[in-house]
């Protein structure tokens, strides 16, 4: 008998789900209608995660360097004889939550040790730095209906890999592409954007705020200005001042866009119809990527494709915006709390005073997935660590004990997305794996063995009270699966935005990129996987050596002799690896895939500096520079 679920992985489409636990197979639900009956090989091979013969069923304690099995109450007994101490100076306890599974319920860990009044992360591996660019811009953070985008007359897509990264929004363009819509991709290249897109242009990584202001001066030379736009903005004169002090070819140079593309690009926004933009979800994890976001919001506004239909500017939506917490109903106060930079942790834990004794991970490979993981790694090695997990990735590996939790299908959980309105249920489909327990029963197990004991709902209660806000029913949804949350279907309609005064926000500095190093002339760019989500991939296809891609124009090409070992090399160290080609693929740029373990040699955050980007407390993976050399 199928069951309706859904996916809970960190991805915008969160697919409502059919699932038959018989067979095992899962396809996407027919009956939803952004999920439209598919959905990527991520989801519908889930089954493969869930029975991995690698997968870690029972829990572990670390004895004399080696993990042997345990019983959760030996397990959870150490961990409270470890807690119960440090309860009274509860900032030498970190707590390191990520975003591995999501949920209401998946919140369980994060409740819990704000009411311990814990250590807690700061700071964003994601996509943090575009979500503050937009509530700079627009004061709150909203975009069209997805669908929206069927009535564009044209979409001007900023380097988002949908091939990789949302399936239906792909889908959504291929249709709107048989229905006469033009689409125009800017990216650095090496990527799948040609097999949806009518043109597409190759720009320096990094630079899209110069190309957007390249555009922005065409506007201004034409005088191809809507005086209600302007109207409806704050601080035009800035932005008009800072397009003024730069020719058009000190931009163009810049971004190492040519004059005609740059005029290309004018033309697709300033003809008739409607544009809508799409916007990455990699340009802001450069040094400037609030900036590069904000000058493409700018551009959209200027054009006057803003509040339209067919129009917009599509970074993301919050997606817990249609669900309210419950952790009112376990705190009685907001505690005041010591936190860390994560993606600087190796160096903010060896800094920590006092120095951090404990530390909880769940949902998070952390030590892979931060910059400089070896400094992590190190950091790890003198606290108590309790990491929740599956499989023995590098996080697991620095652990004293490991905690199997319940994952996706084994336990019910509901969530929303951050591309559309949709809130979903995940319904529990089989039964958890060996002696796998959901994180909530753990924790409530846990709680029961401290010192000052903290009590957490039941999932009933969690789920009742995270709906309320959007009025729905838990009963309705789980009997459909779904419900959908209502917003306006064009974000910002009449150009009303959500700042005090109603008025949109122009960025008011344009920041220069950091001269290229002539000892590292090269831009690495960590870019995601087609067949797995981040770090969740199988040791088995993580064997041998990782592979870069390049272009045949790229200066280290030529000089290398691939018969001989390849490196690739940052000023924080090297790697070895395979260097392949690919068409179309910006010179200077450097790829290699996401998320390979430490443990298997495919890690490049080893080689990668901790670098924040210029908002949101966000980490410019992509401004890493590097050459590749034999050795």
């Not at 994601?126 to 660019?133: L, P, Q, V």
């Not at 000058?295 to 067919?310: E, K, R, V, Y």
């Not at 001269?515 to 993580?542: A, F, G, M, N, W």
Request: proline share 6%; charged share 25%; with cysteine.
């Amino acid at each position: 008998m199928s069951i309706v679920s859904a996916c809970a992985m960190d991805c915008g489409d969160c697919c409502s789900l059919i699932v038959d636990p018989e067979t095992k197979k899962i396809k996407g639900n027919p009956r939803h209608p952004f999920t439209k009956g598919f959905c990527c090989r991520k989801g519908s091979r889930y089954f493969e995660r869930l029975d991995a013969h690698d997968r870690i069923v029972t829990p572990l304690i670390r004895e004399d360097g080696q993990f042997r099995e345990a019983d959760w109450d030996e397990a959870l007994t150490l961990i409270a004889d470890k807690l119960n101490p440090l309860l009274p100076t509860p900032e030498k306890i970190l707590h390191a939550r990520g975003h591995g599974y999501r949920g209401v319920i998946g919140d369980a860990s994060k409740v819990f040790f704000k009411k311990l009044g814990t250590s807690a992360l700061y700071g964003s591996v994601c996509d943090n730095t575009g979500i503050e660019a937009s509530l700079r811009d627009f004061g709150d953070l909203q975009h069209n209906d997805p669908e929206d985008i069927l009535n564009a007359s044209r979409v001007i897509n900023w380097g988002r890999d949908l091939a990789r990264c949302s399936i239906h929004q792909l889908q959504l363009l291929h249709k709107a592409r048989k229905n006469g819509t033009e689409v125009l991709t800017i990216s650095p290249g090496g990527d799948d954007t040609a097999e949806f897109s009518d043109v597409n242009v190759i720009i320096r990584p990094g630079t899209d705020r110069f190309l957007a202001a390249a555009v922005l001066k065409l506007y201004l030379e034409a005088g191809d200005l809507n005086p209600w736009v302007l109207n409806r903005c704050a601080n035009w004169p800035v932005l008009r001042g800072i397009i003024d002090g730069y020719k058009l070819s000190e931009l163009t140079s810049m971004c190492e866009v040519s004059t005609a593309d740059v005029e290309m690009i004018y033309d697709w926004y300033a003809d008739t119809g409607n544009v809508a933009t799409l916007i990455s979800w990699g340009l802001q994890r450069h040094l400037y990527g609030g900036e590069n976001v904000r000058f493409i919001n700018a551009l959209a506004m200027i054009s006057g494709n803003i509040g339209i239909s067919g129009g917009g500017a599509y970074y993301n939506v919050s997606s817990g915006r249609n669900l309210g917490k419950w952790d009112h109903l376990v705190m009685d106060h907001e505690p005041e709390r010591r936190t860390f930079l994560q993606q600087d942790l190796g160096a903010e834990l060896r800094r920590a005073d006092p120095k951090v004794e404990f530390i909880w991970v769940d949902g998070f490979n952390i030590v892979n997935q931060v910059p400089d993981c070896l400094a992590v790694a190190d950091a790890f090695r003198k606290p108590f660590v309790v990491c929740v997990e599956a499989f023995m990735n590098d996080t697991a590996l620095t652990a004293d004990v490991i905690l199997p939790p319940a994952l996706m299908l084994e336990r019910e959980d509901a969530f929303g997305s951050f591309v559309h309105n949709y809130v979903h249920y995940c319904a529990k489909v089989v039964e958890p794996r060996g002696q796998c327990r959901p994180d909530h029963e753990v924790l409530r197990d846990l709680g029961a063995r401290l010192d000052t004991p903290v009590t957490l709902p039941d999932t009933e209660t969690m789920l009742e009270e995270s709906l309320k806000k959007g009025g729905f029913s838990l009963e309705e949804l789980r009997e459909n699966g779904f419900v959908k949350a209502m917003h306006p279907y064009v974000a910002y309609e009449d150009m009303q935005f959500a700042h005090p005064d109603g008025l949109y926000r122009f960025p008011e500095t344009l920041t220069p990129e950091p001269e290229r190093d002539p000892d590292y002339p090269l831009q690495l760019l960590t870019l995601v996987r087609r067949k797995y989500l981040h770090s969740q991939i199988p040791e088995d296809d993580q064997r041998g050596t990782p592979t870069v891609w390049v272009s045949k124009q790229n200066p280290a090409w030529g000089p290398l002799n691939p018969a001989e070992e390849v490196y690739l090399v940052t000023p924080q160290g090297a790697m070895q690896v395979q260097m392949k080609t690919i068409d179309d693929l910006h010179p200077r740029a450097v790829i290699i895939r996401r998320g390979g373990w430490m443990k298997m040699g495919h890690n490049a955050n080893v080689i990668i500096k901790p670098m924040n980007t210029d908002m949101g407390d966000g980490t410019a993976y992509y401004s890493q520079v590097c050459r590749l050399e034999n050795r």
